[in-house]
């Protein structure tokens, strides 16, 4: 995928978690099933999860190659890095402390839309500044995934708000 499908895709699976989370009633944003996360938790993680790519985009390239390094390898496509995911999250794997959300209130939830649809912009406006090559050269850590390159890390981040959207949305079925 490259730089101007990443930067459609992105914002087209964050704008569509924000219109689902929006269009939700107070019972259903607070609904959770099997003591599973809120639909506000499920915001919320969102933003927790990608604060921490945009601030990694922000800092300079030699910043990224002193404290991360620089690939040895290619960038995997986005079915092999969602594969990947998939079979971590079925071996055990989830969400580590920083990034496990504290129960959210209604009154909260356009807040938090805020944020990450401010998030959101920062991180495009961010790798608009990055070649197609810096995309697959430079790593960034990610806590359940291990190295990954910042192509890899943000197909990620496309496919992360798309399985928490579908997470929230079993809390109806």
């Known amino acids: 995928m490259d730089k101007s499908n990443l930067h459609t895709q992105l ?11 929006g269009k939700l009633s107070q019972d259903d944003f607070m609904r959770t099933k099997n003591e599973k ?15 921490p790519v945009r601030q990694a985009f922000t800092l300079h390239r030699f910043i990224l190659k002193m404290v991360w390094g620089k ?3 290619e960038s995997k ?15 055990g794997g989830r ?8 129960p959210v209130q209604y009154d909260q939830r356009e807040r938090i839309i805020r944020s990450l649809t401010n998030e ?11 070649t197609e090559e810096d995309l697959d050269l430079y790593i960034l850590p990610h806590p359940l995934l291990g190295k ?15 399985h928490h959207q579908e997470l929230a ?3 109806f079925s």
């Open 11 to 21: 914002r087209q699976s964050h704008e569509a978690f924000i219109q689902y989370i």
């Open 37 to 51: 996360w809120t639909a506000g938790q499920h915001l919320e993680h969102i933003v927790l999860a990608v604060k």
């Open 71 to 73: 690939t040895n390898r």
């Open 77 to 91: 496509t986005y079915e092999a890095l969602v594969n990947k995911y998939k079979l971590k999250l079925e071996n």
């Open 95 to 102: 969400a580590s402390a920083r990034f496990v959300p504290k």
């Open 120 to 130: 959101l912009k920062s991180l495009l406006d961010k790798v608009e500044k990055y």
């Open 148 to 162: 990954l390159t910042l192509r890899e890390m943000l197909y990620f981040t496309i496919y992360h708000v798309h």
């Open 169 to 171: 949305m079993k809390n």
